[in-house]
């Protein structure tokens, strides 16, 4: 089982290197120019592939909660800190990179519309779980940190549907995606690529937290 686990391991950790590195010369050496944006538009693709990352480490802070709740499965609260670590991490450099690209566009860090908002709650709600682990009650922090996790996890479908929810409000946040904005091929190539190589690197950063947690219970 142990080696079983070990060779998953270095296969993660070998496809992530190899993803992330192939994702970086597509990004930067193949994909072209925006047309109206220029070479700050490639930001996109770490921006989009994070969010997506966050929202996957999100799911399994939701999946563990549940499972440790069902349980009490030490295990199961190991998985759900080191995925919130991690998907708070994305959500952080899903916030830094949208405002260097909201600033480079429409010369603006920030603004309070739906989608940037309800983000900056879910970056707040994964703060409060991080603060939580550390100063609550050491007792019953599994559990409270399960139900907070369950309880936050709501605010992704919250993030990825505010658009369609507040329809009448002005936004500058663009829906790239849905709107076919991605005309050259490339483009899309690029972005697909871009999640994938992420994801597969919080598979691997969540399974590492993990492996350390293990060690801290023994």
């Avoid at 190991?78 to 990179?97: K, M, N, P, Q």
């Avoid at 899309?188 to 871009?194: C, D």
Wanted: aromatic share 14%; hydrophobic share 55%; glycine share 6%.
């Amino acid at each position: 089982m142990k080696s079983a686990f070990s060779k998953a391991y270095q296969t993660v950790f070998t496809a992530s290197v190899i993803g992330i590195s192939y994702a970086l010369y597509f990004i930067f050496l193949v994909v072209p120019n925006e047309r109206l944006m220029g070479p700050v538009q490639r930001i996109f693709y770490f921006h989009v592939g994070s969010a997506i990352t966050c929202y996957c480490a999100v799911a399994v802070v939701f999946i563990a909660g549940l499972w440790y709740l069902a349980s009490t499965s030490k295990l199961a609260d190991i998985i759900s800190e080191s995925a919130a670590e991690v998907g708070f991490v994305f959500c952080s450099i899903t916030l830094i990179s949208g405002m260097i690209w909201g600033h480079s566009a429409w010369n603006t860090w920030f603004r309070w519309e739906p989608r940037l908002v309800s983000f900056l709650l879910l970056w707040f709600v994964l703060l409060s779980f991080l603060l939580l682990r550390k100063f609550g009650d050491q007792e019953r922090v599994a559990s409270h940190s399960a139900v907070l996790g369950i309880v936050g996890a709501i605010m992704v479908p919250i993030v990825v549907f505010s658009v369609k929810f507040l329809p009448g409000i002005p936004q500058l946040h663009p829906v790239v995606v849905e709107n076919n904005g991605l005309k050259d091929p490339l483009f899309k190539q690029g972005m697909w690529l871009s999640v994938g190589a992420l994801f597969l690197l919080q598979a691997l950063l969540i399974s590492l937290r993990s492996r350390i947690g293990i060690l801290q219970q023994r």
